[in-house]
Nanobody, 125 residues
Framework: QVQLVESGGGLVQPGGSLRLSCVASGSRFSINNMAWHRQAPGKQRELVATITSGGIGNYVDSVKGRFTISRDNAKNTVFLQMNSLKPEDTAVYYC???????????????????WGQGTQVTVSS
């Protein structure tokens, strides 16, 4: 299986910045798309940004111009640079990745989709 671990969350004042990181680890694998989602209290989880293996990013309208998604394929890591943060950005942020993995002892690769455990981002004065 492929595990994802997020980091970089915290408390920040409105207008401030945070940079989230998510590292993938496991047995032999190759990641295709990576993404960041978020879930605010009492709301459904929503997609924030995605990035392809070639580095093409897409964003939900509410974060365009403020957030930037990037990745380091050599380190199996995806980042989310968040600038001009607003109180409505407060949520638990989750990393998601899909691709193929060869489990230990398995003869072939299979598709996978994994989620991280989430990291809290709180924007408040």
């Amino acid at each position: 299986q492929v595990q994802l671990v997020e980091s970089g969350g915290g408390l920040v004042q409105p207008g401030g910045s945070l940079r989230l990181s998510c590292v993938a680890s496991g047995s032999r694998f190759s990641i295709n798309n990576m993404a960041w989602h978020r879930q605010a209290p009492g709301k459904q989880r929503e997609l924030v940004a995605t990035i392809t293996s070639g580095g093409i990013g897409n964003y939900v309208d509410s974060v365009k111009g403020r957030f930037t998604i990037s990745r380091d394929n050599a380190k199996n890591t995806v980042f989310l640079q968040m600038n001009s943060l607003k109180p409505e950005d407060t949520a638990v942020y989750y990393c998601n990745a899909d691709g193929i993995v060869q489990d230990v002892g398995a003869p072939i690769f299979r598709h996978f989709a994994s989620w991280g455990q989430g990291t809290q981002v709180t924007v408040s004065s």
